[in-house]
């Protein structure tokens, strides 16, 4: 099946840093590429959605220019968390799709997330 | 009303047990239905779909009642590494995956 891997697997940082957190589909061409956040015992919230070579499309009430989103290649896509915060901490979890701009969950594979903490 | 809702649980069940979890979504005009398992500190990985003939595969069982807005997991002869949380997940057409915040099982030697 799909791979996505994810680096790093867990982060931690001082308050004020930013973090870069990186998504690769490792076996195949990822036109779409979606990034979700989870807090201790709540539910996988969807951040954005990513299309190679176009703009990032953001959920409402997630910030644009906090969490800066870059899809350059059809393998690799990258969150950055700028000016990170103590209640930035969450796991982060990428997921890679084949079809361009379908959200389609029998088309996403998942990474294994990355864990943030930031003091 | 959430979109996707589900008991919490945690639900304790000794080592052989049948368990049922029930999720119930508010969107009608969803059109796909999963269940996924969420280990600790992983991601989620599909378990199964939901079809509305109801679906079968080893010791699980998922059931889809659109009239109702329901979805059903049933786990049989619970195994130790059955222990995780599950999670109820709807997709619209064009549309996000919802995620329910997952229902806790513990199996119990």
């Known amino acids: 099946g799909a791979v996505v891997s994810q680096h790093p697997s867990w982060v931690i940082c001082k308050s004020g840093t930013s973090v870069k957190i990186e998504c690769r589909s490792l076996?195949?061409?990822?036109?779409?590429m979606f990034w979700y956040r989870q807090f201790p015992k709540q539910s996988l919230m969807l951040m954005a959605t990513s299309n190679e070579g176009s703009k990032a499309t953001y959920e409402q009430g997630v910030e644009k220019d906090k969490f800066l989103i870059n899809h350059a290649s059809l393998t690799l896509s990258t969150l950055t968390v700028t000016s990170a915060h103590p209640e930035d901490s969450s796991f982060y979890i990428c997921?890679?799709?084949?079809?361009?701009?379908?959200?389609?969950?029998?088309?996403?594979?998942f990474g294994p997330g990355t864990r943030l903490t930031v003091l | 009303r959430k979109e996707v809702e589900q008991d919490p649980g945690p639900f304790n069940v000794p080592e052989g047990a049948t368990v049922a979890f029930n999720c119930t979504y508010s969107n009608s005009a969803s059109q796909s239905f999963f269940w996924y398992r969420q280990d600790c500190r992983k991601e989620p990985k599909l378990l199964m779909s939901v079809y509305s003939s109801g679906n079968e595969d080893g010791r699980f069982t998922a059931q889809l009642n659109r009239a109702s807005q329901y979805i059903s997991l049933l786990i049989r002869d619970s195994k130790l590494s059955d222990s995780a949380t599950y999670l109820c997940?709807?997709?619209?057409?064009?549309?996000?995956?919802?995620f329910g915040k997952g229902t806790r099982l513990s199996v119990i030697a």
């Open positions: 997940v709807v997709n619209g057409v064009n549309t996000p995956l919802v």
């Open positions: 997921s890679a799709s084949y079809t361009s701009g379908v959200k389609n969950f029998n088309e996403q594979f």
């Open positions: 076996d195949f061409q990822a036109t779409t």
